[in-house]
């Protein structure tokens, strides 16, 4: 069992940035995948950004030259870094680890872009 907390998020002006951490207990976080998704208000949650377990790494059509996900296995941690945010990345933003069949959510954390 993996349990993952995410922190960061809050309310910014658009074109303001936020980076968002997740943290994961256990001592194998290196061999999970981890992503970060998105559930915008009234839509459904949407892949952002994902990187694998050797460093590989894909951002989605819409956040890509704008958001980088990044990894710290020694702090069991993954990061988000958001820049030049725009209203519509509005969302509560979630934290994902997947290892095989084994997948494992955080609680999310709100991310507000308004002005």
């Known amino acids: 069992q993996v349990q993952l907390v995410e922190s960061g998020g809050g309310m910014v002006q658009p074109g303001g940035s936020l980076r968002l951490s997740c943290t994961g207990s256990?001592?194998?976080?290196?061999?999970?995948?981890m992503g970060w998704y998105r559930q915008p208000p009234g839509k459904q949650r949407e892949l952002v950004a994902v990187i694998t377990s050797g460093d590989g790494t894909h951002c989605a059509d819409s956040v890509k030259g704008r958001f980088t996900i990044s990894r710290d296995n020694a702090k069991r941690t993954v990061y988000l870094q958001m820049n030049s945010l725009k209203p519509e990345d509005t969302a509560v933003y979630y934290c994902?680890?997947?290892?095989?069949?084994?997948?494992?959510w955080g609680q999310g954390t709100h991310v507000t872009v308004s002005s």
């Open positions: 994902n680890a997947r290892y095989g069949i084994r997948v494992y």
């Open positions: 256990g001592n194998d976080f290196s061999i999970y995948d």
